[in-house]
């Protein structure tokens, strides 16, 4: 049964966007710059058009059948069993993201930001917050994003300002030095975090 929240278009799209700004500015620049290289600009760029594959795809599924979840649009599309299947793997999938996520979160805040408090803690306190979230529902979650979003443009605006000096267009030469290799593998990593786990 479907949780009975519901937000506009725009409030999605003002989350999704603050979903893929986290991802890709806190892990996904330095598993590109290891795989691809001067080149992860060009991969970023591969794997955001493939993503967009994907959007499409969760979108046509959700319009298909607006009152599913997506365990029970498994069962309908391939059956029963391997529908089942399909859900428990899905299901793991979800528990291994919600886990590396909250490893990470817990390992930059206490690297970056609270260099002194115990990792353990902040995973705590992010556990708790997210459950409070799930508990009181998606619109108010939505709403939390709506607030926040104004501040997240800004600090990213002052971040990108402030990096301007350092950019020097000369490091992205030469241009497909391995090939497209590296690229591909880039693309590949990078599709998963954030394209895939939009799911």
């Not at 979903?19 to 806190?26: E, K, Q, R, S, V």
């Not at 992010?126 to 607030?147: K, M, P, Q």
């Not at 497209?180 to 593998?185: E, L, V």
């Amino acid at each position: 049964m479907l949780e009975k929240g519901k937000i506009s278009s725009g409030e999605f799209l003002i989350m999704v966007i603050i979903f893929t700004i986290g991802g890709a500015i806190l892990t996904l620049p330095s598993v590109l710059v290891s795989l691809a290289k001067q080149d992860g600009w060009i991969a970023y760029i591969l794997a955001t058009l493939i993503g967009l594959c994907f959007v499409f795809l969760f979108t046509r599924l959700a319009s298909l059948y607006p009152s599913m979840t997506y365990i029970e649009v498994n069962e309908k599309i391939f059956g029963k069993w391997i529908g089942k299947i399909f859900a428990i793997l899905f299901l793991f999938y979800l528990y291994y993201l919600s886990s590396a996520l909250l490893s990470e979160i817990g390992n930059f805040f206490s690297t970056q930001v609270l260099v002194e408090t115990p990792m353990e803690m902040i995973m705590i306190l992010f556990i708790l917050t997210s459950l409070f979230g799930a508990r009181l529902g998606l619109e108010v979650i939505c709403r939390t994003a709506l607030i926040f979003f104004p501040w997240l443009v800004l600090l990213l605006f002052i971040l990108f300002v402030f990096l301007i000096p350092d950019i020097k267009i000369e490091n992205i030469q030469p241009i497909f030095e391995e090939g497209m290799k590296p690229i591909m593998r880039g693309s590949y990593h990078s599709l998963a975090l954030p394209y895939v786990q939009l799911v």
